[in-house]
T-cell receptor
Framework: EDKVVQSPLSLVVHEGDTVTLNCSYE??????LLWYKQEKKAPTFLFML????IEKKSGRLSSILDKKELFSILNITATQTGDSAIYLC????????????FGTGTSLTVIP | KAGVTQTPRYLIKTRGQQVTLSCSPI?????VSWYQQTPGQGLQFLFE???????NKGNFPGRFSGRQFSNSRSEMNVSTLELGDSALYLC?????????????FGPGTRLTVT
């Protein structure tokens, strides 16, 4: 059975801290891994990772994929209160089309 | 470009009833996927439609069904509602095809079954 596991389930940090969120997966026909940020609304896209070892970066956020060890990490440096959200990891597999498997998410709270 | 829209945004139904939810994808997007989100299970894949055909299906009972129209708009139907069907139903659209494209989510329909 395909599965995606995120850790930790929740995290509370102070502004300015650096956090690392983890996503491990066991799927067949892996195509890509995506990270989303979900506040009090629908998830918004952050990164898509397809190749191992290539870091994707956007401002204070960065992510990398390890296809050998089957995991990805999402780093957030110099956290701000606006980073408070649930971060979702999704793995895309394919048979006849793309199927998305989501982890249950990591709830991040950044306190001033 | 307008985003993904879903109607209605909120819905209250009683057990045994059926419900139809609607999703309009971003213009030009041909793939529409549906998800159920609950606090305990997270986001779970229901099904994906592409060019009016169901291309993938998750592990949900046959009470959950959907369809896609020629303009890529999609509807999802749940028959014989159960209390456990209370959830946020999200649809997402993407360019799809055979490549890998990120999905853009709509705001969701919050369904409460009493």
């Amino acid at each position: 059975e395909d599965k995606v596991v995120q850790s930790p389930l929740s995290l509370v940090v102070h502004e300015g801290d650096t956090v690392t969120l983890n996503c491990s997966y066991e799927v067949t026909n892996f195509r890509s891994l995506l990270w989303y940020k979900q506040e009090k609304k629908a998830p918004t896209f952050l990164f898509m990772l397809t190749s191992s070892g290539i870091e994707k970066k956007s401002g204070r956020l960065s992510s990398i994929l390890d296809k050998k060890e089957l995991f990805s990490i999402l780093n957030i440096t110099a956290t701000q209160t606006g980073d408070s959200a649930i971060y979702l990891c999704a793995v895309v597999t394919t048979n006849t089309g793309n199927q998305f498997y989501f982890g249950t998410g990591t709830s991040l709270t950044v306190i001033p | 470009k307008a985003g993904v829209t879903q109607t209605p945004r909120y819905l209250i139904k009683t057990r045994g009833q059926q419900v139809t939810l609607s999703c309009s994808p971003i213009s030009g997007h041909r793939s529409v996927s549906w998800y159920q989100q609950t606090p305990g299970q997270g986001l779970q894949f229901l099904f994906e439609y592409f060019s009016e055909t169901q291309r993938n299906k998750g592990n949900f009972p046959g009470r959950f069904s959907g369809r896609q129209f020629s303009n890529s708009r999609s509807e999802m139907n749940v028959s014989t509602l159960e209390l456990g069907d209370s959830a946020l139903y999200l649809c997402a659209s993407s360019l799809a095809g055979q490549g890998i494209y990120e999905q853009y989510f709509g705001p969701g329909t919050r369904l409460t079954v009493t």
